[in-house]
Protein backbone atom coordinates (compact mmCIF):
# COMPACT_ATOMS: atom_id res chain seq x y z
CA UNK A 1 0.00 0.00 0.00
CA UNK A 2 1.61 3.37 -0.71
CA UNK A 3 1.73 5.87 2.01
CA UNK A 4 1.87 10.05 0.93
CA UNK A 5 3.52 12.71 2.27
CA UNK A 6 0.90 15.29 2.76
CA UNK A 7 1.91 18.60 3.17
CA UNK A 8 3.52 21.63 2.23
CA UNK A 9 5.99 23.73 4.08
CA UNK A 10 3.50 26.26 5.47
CA UNK A 11 1.93 23.65 7.81
CA UNK A 12 5.82 23.92 9.95
CA UNK A 13 5.37 27.56 10.87
CA UNK A 14 2.15 27.21 12.82
CA UNK A 15 3.60 24.67 15.43
CA UNK A 16 5.24 28.44 16.67
CA UNK A 17 2.89 31.40 16.30
CA UNK A 18 -0.30 32.28 17.32
CA UNK A 19 -2.88 32.94 14.39
CA UNK A 20 -4.38 36.05 13.69
CA UNK A 21 -7.62 36.70 11.72
CA UNK A 22 -6.62 39.44 9.10
CA UNK A 23 -9.19 41.15 6.70
CA UNK A 24 -10.05 38.87 3.89
CA UNK A 25 -9.43 39.58 -0.30
CA UNK A 26 -11.80 42.00 -1.48
CA UNK A 27 -15.03 40.67 -3.39
CA UNK A 28 -14.02 41.82 -6.56
CA UNK A 29 -14.03 39.95 -9.86
CA UNK A 30 -11.07 37.76 -10.10
CA UNK A 31 -9.10 36.63 -13.24
CA UNK A 32 -10.49 33.61 -15.00
CA UNK A 33 -7.90 30.44 -14.46
CA UNK A 34 -5.51 30.92 -16.79
CA UNK A 35 -6.76 28.01 -18.70
CA UNK A 36 -9.91 29.20 -19.54
CA UNK A 37 -8.58 32.76 -20.34
CA UNK A 38 -6.01 30.96 -22.42
CA UNK A 39 -7.14 28.05 -24.17
CA UNK A 40 -4.98 28.92 -27.20
CA UNK A 41 -2.10 29.81 -25.63
CA UNK A 42 1.03 27.57 -26.22
CA UNK A 43 4.61 27.55 -24.30
CA UNK A 44 6.51 29.44 -26.34
CA UNK A 45 9.91 27.51 -27.64
CA UNK A 46 12.68 29.00 -25.69
CA UNK A 47 15.40 26.71 -27.46
CA UNK A 48 16.10 25.26 -23.71
CA UNK A 49 16.73 21.54 -23.56
CA UNK A 50 15.06 19.74 -21.08
CA UNK A 51 16.17 16.67 -19.65
CA UNK A 52 12.18 16.01 -19.60
CA UNK A 53 11.74 16.65 -23.12
CA UNK A 54 14.35 14.37 -23.63
CA UNK A 55 12.85 11.53 -21.39
CA UNK A 56 9.67 12.61 -23.42
CA UNK A 57 7.57 13.49 -20.52
CA UNK A 58 5.66 16.14 -22.35
CA UNK A 59 2.21 13.94 -22.25
CA UNK A 60 2.80 13.32 -18.77
CA UNK A 61 3.29 16.96 -18.09
CA UNK A 62 0.35 18.02 -19.36
CA UNK A 63 -2.07 15.15 -18.18
CA UNK A 64 -0.77 16.21 -14.64
CA UNK A 65 -1.40 20.16 -15.76
CA UNK A 66 -4.91 19.53 -16.92
CA UNK A 67 -5.63 17.91 -13.71
CA UNK A 68 -4.81 20.55 -11.57
CA UNK A 69 -6.31 23.07 -13.43
CA UNK A 70 -9.45 21.25 -14.06
CA UNK A 71 -9.72 19.98 -10.86
CA UNK A 72 -7.91 21.61 -8.34
CA UNK A 73 -7.90 25.35 -9.46
CA UNK A 74 -11.11 27.41 -8.25
CA UNK A 75 -11.70 31.17 -7.96
CA UNK A 76 -8.63 32.14 -5.29
CA UNK A 77 -6.07 29.37 -6.99
CA UNK A 78 -4.78 25.72 -6.38
CA UNK A 79 -6.83 23.82 -3.50
CA UNK A 80 -4.85 22.45 -1.18
CA UNK A 81 -6.52 19.23 -1.30
CA UNK A 82 -8.56 18.06 -3.93
CA UNK A 83 -11.16 16.75 -0.96
CA UNK A 84 -13.25 19.45 0.58
CA UNK A 85 -13.35 20.56 4.53
CA UNK A 86 -14.80 22.97 6.38
CA UNK A 87 -11.12 24.97 6.53
CA UNK A 88 -11.36 25.12 10.26
CA UNK A 89 -8.53 23.28 11.11
CA UNK A 90 -5.14 24.50 12.15
CA UNK A 91 -3.24 23.49 9.13
CA UNK A 92 -4.50 24.69 5.60
CA UNK A 93 -6.91 21.59 4.70
CA UNK A 94 -9.42 21.17 1.73
CA UNK A 95 -10.18 23.83 -0.66
CA UNK A 96 -8.48 26.74 1.08
CA UNK A 97 -5.83 28.50 -0.68
CA UNK A 98 -1.43 28.95 -0.41
CA UNK A 99 0.09 31.33 -1.26
CA UNK A 100 3.40 29.02 -1.55
CA UNK A 101 1.29 27.07 -4.69
CA UNK A 102 0.55 30.69 -5.93
CA UNK A 103 4.15 31.25 -6.23
CA UNK A 104 4.97 27.06 -7.70
CA UNK A 105 2.68 28.21 -10.59
CA UNK A 106 4.05 31.19 -11.35
CA UNK A 107 7.71 29.66 -11.96
CA UNK A 108 6.39 27.24 -13.78
CA UNK A 109 4.45 29.66 -15.66
CA UNK A 110 7.85 31.35 -16.47
CA UNK A 111 9.48 28.32 -17.79
CA UNK A 112 7.14 27.13 -20.44
CA UNK A 113 7.47 30.76 -21.43
CA UNK A 114 3.65 31.49 -20.70
CA UNK A 115 3.42 35.42 -20.03
CA UNK A 116 -0.60 35.79 -20.14
CA UNK A 117 -0.77 32.56 -17.67
CA UNK A 118 1.58 33.97 -15.19
CA UNK A 119 0.23 37.59 -15.43
CA UNK A 120 -3.52 35.86 -14.51
CA UNK A 121 -1.74 34.30 -11.92
CA UNK A 122 0.30 37.00 -10.78
CA UNK A 123 -2.70 39.15 -10.32
CA UNK A 124 -4.67 36.50 -8.25
CA UNK A 125 -2.15 36.11 -5.74
CA UNK A 126 -1.85 39.63 -5.12
CA UNK A 127 -5.72 40.16 -5.08
CA UNK A 128 -5.96 36.98 -2.61
CA UNK A 129 -2.79 37.28 -0.49
CA UNK A 130 -1.61 40.63 -0.24
CA UNK A 131 -1.17 42.17 3.20
CA UNK A 132 0.63 45.92 3.64
CA UNK A 133 4.09 43.57 5.06
CA UNK A 134 4.03 41.03 2.46
CA UNK A 135 1.83 37.79 1.53
CA UNK A 136 -0.39 36.12 3.90
CA UNK A 137 1.05 32.16 3.82
CA UNK A 138 -3.20 30.94 3.51
CA UNK A 139 -6.77 31.87 2.71
CA UNK A 140 -9.79 30.34 3.58
CA UNK A 141 -12.80 30.90 1.32
CA UNK A 142 -15.30 29.36 3.52
CA UNK A 143 -14.04 30.99 6.59
CA UNK A 144 -13.83 34.39 4.38
CA UNK A 145 -10.31 34.78 6.01
CA UNK A 146 -6.69 35.83 5.24
CA UNK A 147 -4.56 34.85 7.71
CA UNK A 148 -1.91 37.81 8.50
CA UNK A 149 0.84 36.02 8.57
CA UNK A 150 3.49 35.51 5.63
CA UNK A 151 6.00 32.71 5.32
CA UNK A 152 9.47 34.28 4.41
CA UNK A 153 10.01 30.95 1.56
CA UNK A 154 6.51 31.76 -0.12
CA UNK A 155 7.47 35.50 -0.45
CA UNK A 156 11.08 34.44 -1.78
CA UNK A 157 9.54 32.42 -4.21
CA UNK A 158 6.89 35.02 -5.73
CA UNK A 159 9.74 37.62 -5.97
CA UNK A 160 11.87 34.91 -7.71
CA UNK A 161 8.97 34.17 -9.89
CA UNK A 162 8.69 37.72 -10.58
CA UNK A 163 12.82 37.90 -11.24
CA UNK A 164 12.80 35.48 -14.10
CA UNK A 165 9.44 36.79 -15.35
CA UNK A 166 11.59 40.16 -16.19
CA UNK A 167 14.26 38.04 -17.32
CA UNK A 168 12.27 35.75 -19.35
CA UNK A 169 9.85 37.92 -20.94
CA UNK A 170 12.21 41.11 -21.16
CA UNK A 171 10.15 42.63 -18.84
CA UNK A 172 11.44 45.56 -17.02
CA UNK A 173 8.11 45.79 -15.42
CA UNK A 174 8.22 42.52 -14.05
CA UNK A 175 11.95 43.20 -12.43
CA UNK A 176 10.99 46.45 -10.68
CA UNK A 177 7.65 44.90 -9.25
CA UNK A 178 10.37 41.90 -8.02
CA UNK A 179 12.64 45.22 -6.96
CA UNK A 180 9.45 46.74 -5.33
CA UNK A 181 8.37 43.55 -3.33
CA UNK A 182 11.87 42.39 -2.70
CA UNK A 183 12.53 45.78 -0.65
CA UNK A 184 8.99 45.38 0.81
CA UNK A 185 10.31 42.16 1.80
CA UNK A 186 13.96 43.02 3.66
CA UNK A 187 12.13 45.90 5.63
CA UNK A 188 9.94 43.38 7.68
CA UNK A 189 11.16 39.43 7.46
CA UNK A 190 15.16 40.91 7.47
CA UNK A 191 16.76 42.55 10.64
CA UNK A 192 20.16 42.51 11.13
CA UNK A 193 21.84 40.87 8.42
CA UNK A 194 19.01 37.90 9.21
CA UNK A 195 16.43 36.32 8.13
CA UNK A 196 13.33 35.31 9.70
CA UNK A 197 10.49 32.64 9.04
CA UNK A 198 7.77 35.06 9.48
CA UNK A 199 6.09 38.28 10.16
CA UNK A 200 2.64 38.81 11.65
CA UNK A 201 0.94 41.87 10.46
CA UNK A 202 -1.38 42.14 13.36
CA UNK A 203 1.58 42.30 15.98
CA UNK A 204 3.64 43.96 14.35
CA UNK A 205 6.46 40.78 15.10
CA UNK A 206 8.83 38.24 13.85
CA UNK A 207 9.92 35.05 15.19
CA UNK A 208 13.11 34.19 16.77
CA UNK A 209 14.50 31.70 14.23
CA UNK A 210 14.96 30.56 10.73
CA UNK A 211 14.24 27.31 9.31
CA UNK A 212 16.89 26.54 6.87
CA UNK A 213 15.34 25.43 3.97
CA UNK A 214 13.48 29.09 3.73
CA UNK A 215 16.86 30.37 3.14
CA UNK A 216 16.84 30.89 -0.53
CA UNK A 217 20.06 31.84 -1.36
CA UNK A 218 19.59 32.85 -4.93
CA UNK A 219 16.86 35.21 -4.53
CA UNK A 220 18.49 36.40 -1.38
CA UNK A 221 21.22 37.61 -3.45
CA UNK A 222 19.08 39.01 -5.66
CA UNK A 223 17.13 41.60 -3.56
CA UNK A 224 17.47 45.37 -3.82
CA UNK A 225 19.43 45.93 -0.90
CA UNK A 226 23.08 48.01 -0.68
CA UNK A 227 25.58 45.62 -1.33
CA UNK A 228 27.74 45.84 2.55
CA UNK A 229 23.90 44.79 4.02
CA UNK A 230 23.95 41.60 1.11
CA UNK A 231 26.85 40.46 1.68
CA UNK A 232 26.15 40.80 5.59
CA UNK A 233 23.28 39.00 5.02
CA UNK A 234 24.10 36.05 2.48
CA UNK A 235 28.02 35.53 4.43
CA UNK A 236 25.28 34.87 8.17
CA UNK A 237 22.96 32.60 6.07
CA UNK A 238 25.00 30.72 4.40
CA UNK A 239 26.97 29.60 7.30
CA UNK A 240 24.02 29.13 9.45
CA UNK A 241 22.77 26.32 6.59
CA UNK A 242 26.48 24.77 6.45
CA UNK A 243 27.17 25.00 10.14
CA UNK A 244 23.86 23.01 10.30
CA UNK A 245 25.17 20.33 8.05
CA UNK A 246 24.83 16.59 10.27
CA UNK A 247 27.56 14.27 9.06
CA UNK A 248 29.29 12.86 5.73
CA UNK A 249 27.46 9.76 7.24
CA UNK A 250 23.73 11.37 6.85
CA UNK A 251 24.23 14.17 4.53
CA UNK A 252 20.84 15.49 5.87
CA UNK A 253 20.43 19.17 7.49
CA UNK A 254 18.98 20.70 10.61
CA UNK A 255 15.49 21.73 10.51
CA UNK A 256 16.15 25.64 12.06
CA UNK A 257 18.36 27.96 13.67
CA UNK A 258 17.55 30.06 17.21
CA UNK A 259 19.16 33.47 16.86
CA UNK A 260 18.92 33.62 20.72
CA UNK A 261 20.05 30.48 21.90
CA UNK A 262 22.84 30.30 18.73
CA UNK A 263 21.33 26.07 18.75
CA UNK A 264 19.84 24.37 16.10
CA UNK A 265 17.11 22.47 16.59
CA UNK A 266 15.34 19.37 15.03
CA UNK A 267 12.11 17.79 15.74
CA UNK A 268 13.61 14.42 13.90
CA UNK A 269 14.98 15.08 10.31
CA UNK A 270 12.23 16.22 7.47
CA UNK A 271 12.95 14.93 4.06
CA UNK A 272 11.29 17.77 2.34
CA UNK A 273 12.95 19.91 4.37
CA UNK A 274 16.21 18.54 4.18
CA UNK A 275 16.23 18.47 0.33
CA UNK A 276 14.86 21.80 -0.04
CA UNK A 277 17.91 23.16 1.76
CA UNK A 278 20.28 20.79 -0.74
CA UNK A 279 18.21 22.47 -3.70
CA UNK A 280 19.39 25.92 -2.28
CA UNK A 281 22.98 25.24 -1.80
CA UNK A 282 23.20 23.14 -5.31
CA UNK A 283 21.59 26.24 -6.72
CA UNK A 284 24.45 28.29 -5.59
CA UNK A 285 27.07 25.72 -6.27
CA UNK A 286 27.63 25.02 -2.93
CA UNK A 287 26.20 21.32 -2.60
CA UNK A 288 27.87 18.86 -0.19
CA UNK A 289 29.59 16.24 -2.83
CA UNK A 290 28.23 13.41 0.23
CA UNK A 291 24.76 15.01 -0.09
CA UNK A 292 24.85 14.38 -3.66
CA UNK A 293 26.10 10.74 -3.42
CA UNK A 294 23.69 9.79 -0.66
CA UNK A 295 20.96 11.20 -2.91
CA UNK A 296 21.81 9.15 -5.72
CA UNK A 297 21.82 6.30 -4.30
CA UNK A 298 18.33 6.00 -2.59
CA UNK A 299 17.04 7.52 -5.19
CA UNK A 300 18.03 5.18 -7.31
CA UNK A 301 16.77 2.24 -4.85
CA UNK A 302 13.55 4.37 -4.59
CA UNK A 303 14.47 4.24 -0.58
CA UNK A 304 14.14 7.64 0.40
CA UNK A 305 11.77 8.66 3.45
CA UNK A 306 10.06 10.89 5.04
CA UNK A 307 11.24 11.03 8.31
CA UNK A 308 14.71 10.14 9.84
CA UNK A 309 16.80 10.89 13.14
CA UNK A 310 19.99 12.40 12.88
CA UNK A 311 22.03 8.98 12.95
CA UNK A 312 19.84 8.65 9.20
CA UNK A 313 17.58 5.91 10.99
CA UNK A 314 14.09 6.09 9.08
CA UNK A 315 11.33 7.03 11.34
CA UNK A 316 8.84 5.93 8.82
CA UNK A 317 8.10 4.48 5.40
CA UNK A 318 6.55 7.32 4.43
CA UNK A 319 7.22 8.12 0.56
CA UNK A 320 5.81 11.07 -1.44
CA UNK A 321 5.65 12.44 -5.35
CA UNK A 322 7.09 16.02 -3.66
CA UNK A 323 10.27 14.23 -2.21
CA UNK A 324 11.35 12.72 -5.65
CA UNK A 325 10.00 16.02 -7.46
CA UNK A 326 12.86 17.89 -5.35
CA UNK A 327 16.06 15.63 -6.25
CA UNK A 328 14.64 15.46 -9.73
CA UNK A 329 15.02 19.49 -9.35
CA UNK A 330 18.58 19.00 -7.63
CA UNK A 331 19.14 16.89 -10.90
CA UNK A 332 18.70 19.62 -13.14
CA UNK A 333 20.06 22.02 -10.80
CA UNK A 334 23.39 20.21 -11.49
CA UNK A 335 22.84 19.20 -14.87
CA UNK A 336 22.95 15.39 -13.78
CA UNK A 337 20.73 13.81 -16.17
CA UNK A 338 21.20 10.47 -14.25
CA UNK A 339 19.09 11.66 -10.90
CA UNK A 340 17.37 13.93 -12.66
CA UNK A 341 15.59 10.91 -15.05
CA UNK A 342 15.76 7.97 -11.54
CA UNK A 343 14.01 11.02 -9.68
CA UNK A 344 11.48 11.05 -12.20
CA UNK A 345 11.46 7.27 -12.46
CA UNK A 346 10.83 6.85 -8.46
CA UNK A 347 8.10 9.94 -8.46
CA UNK A 348 6.09 8.42 -11.25
CA UNK A 349 4.97 5.95 -8.98
CA UNK A 350 2.34 7.95 -7.63
CA UNK A 351 1.14 8.88 -10.78
CA UNK A 352 -2.58 8.25 -11.11
CA UNK A 353 -2.94 6.28 -14.33
CA UNK A 354 -6.48 5.07 -14.37
CA UNK A 355 -8.56 7.00 -16.85
CA UNK A 356 -11.62 6.53 -14.87
CA UNK A 357 -10.07 8.12 -11.72
CA UNK A 358 -10.97 11.49 -10.75
CA UNK A 359 -7.74 12.23 -10.40
CA UNK A 360 -6.51 10.77 -13.51
CA UNK A 361 -2.96 12.82 -14.26
CA UNK A 362 -2.71 14.42 -11.04
CA UNK A 363 -0.88 12.62 -8.24
CA UNK A 364 -2.64 11.54 -4.97
CA UNK A 365 -4.19 8.48 -3.43
CA UNK A 366 -6.94 7.43 -5.51
CA UNK A 367 -8.85 5.26 -2.98
CA UNK A 368 -8.53 8.12 -0.20
CA UNK A 369 -9.77 10.54 -3.19
CA UNK A 370 -6.98 12.81 -1.91
CA UNK A 371 -4.23 15.13 -4.51
CA UNK A 372 -1.84 17.75 -2.57
CA UNK A 373 -1.21 21.02 -3.94
CA UNK A 374 2.48 20.53 -3.07
CA UNK A 375 3.05 17.43 -4.55
CA UNK A 376 1.40 18.28 -7.55
CA UNK A 377 3.08 21.31 -8.67
CA UNK A 378 6.17 19.99 -7.29
CA UNK A 379 6.17 17.34 -10.08
CA UNK A 380 4.56 19.94 -12.08
CA UNK A 381 7.66 22.27 -11.81
CA UNK A 382 9.76 18.96 -12.01
CA UNK A 383 8.52 18.23 -15.52
CA UNK A 384 9.20 21.57 -16.63
CA UNK A 385 12.96 21.25 -16.05
Not at 50 to 68: A, K, N, V, W, Y
Not at 249 to 273: A, K, L, M, Q
Amino acid sequence: MKKYWTGGLSAVLLLNVLMACGNAPAQTALPKPPEQQNKSEKAVPDHTSRFSDQLGLQPHREETERFIMSKMYGPYGVYTNYQDSGESDTAATGHEVLSESAGLLMRYDVLMNRKDAFQTEWERAKQVFELASGFSYRYSPKQDKKYTINAAVDDLRMIRALYDAGEKFHSAAYTELADTYGKRFSSYNIKGGKLYDFYDDTYKVTNDFVTLCYIDLTTLKRLPIPSTEKETLISSMQKIIEQGYLSDEFPFYETRYHYSTDTYRSEGINTVESLLTILSLSEAGLQKPASIAYLKQQVKAGTLYGKYDKKGRPQNQIQSTAIYAITALIGSALKDADLYGDSIKQMEKYRVTDKDSPLYGGYGDAAANQAFSFDNLMALLAYAH
